[in-house]
């Protein structure tokens, strides 16, 4: 079986975002290119993920349908399963995140885990806050964590 892998660019409130598509999966949504260099191509995948982004970034989408497929540690793979528990207009700290995924003293590594998330937005890594409740790191720049955590709330005080 041949390992196609495909990405698109596109220009969204929150600025560019890269997806990236293999073998029928999601596999990446970052705010850089991708440091491989696939195929640019927009693939059905890749729109569909584009227009349910779109949808998020409006308020008329909190949950995502797209499949997708993430390739870290066993460590950084709980992590991203836990981070998708994390419902929509929430926000949890690094410690909860750690006491979540099952690893109550691994806060820091949970942190390292989240730093490390393929799938920006989808997996919503950006719910994720200092225990003081400061915005702390974020791979597209605090002001779209920011910005996203603003969207969400938004949306979510609407209902």
Known sequence: MENRQYYYAYQTIIGKIHIVEQD????GI?????????QEKETLLIKETYLQLVDY???????FDIPIKTAGT???????????????????S?????????????YRAAGMGNNKNPIA???????????????????????????????????????
């Open 74 to 92: 066993a460590f950084q793979e709980k992590i991203w399963t836990t981070l998708q528990t994390i419902p929509y207009g929430e926000v949890w």
């Open 57 to 63: 970034l409006t308020g008329k989408r909190q949950l």
């Open 24 to 27: 029928n999966f999601i596999t």
């Open 94 to 106: 690094y410690k909860r995140l750690a006491e979540t995924a099952g690893s109550p003293r691994g």
């Open 121 to 159: 937005i989808v997996i919503p890594c950006h719910r994720v806050i200092g225990s003081d409740g400061t915005l702390v790191g974020y791979a597209g720049g605090l002001h779209i964590k920011q910005q996203l955590l603003a969207i969400e709330q938004q949306y979510t005080k609407q209902e």
């Open 30 to 38: 970052k705010y850089q290119p991708p440091e491989t260099k696939p």
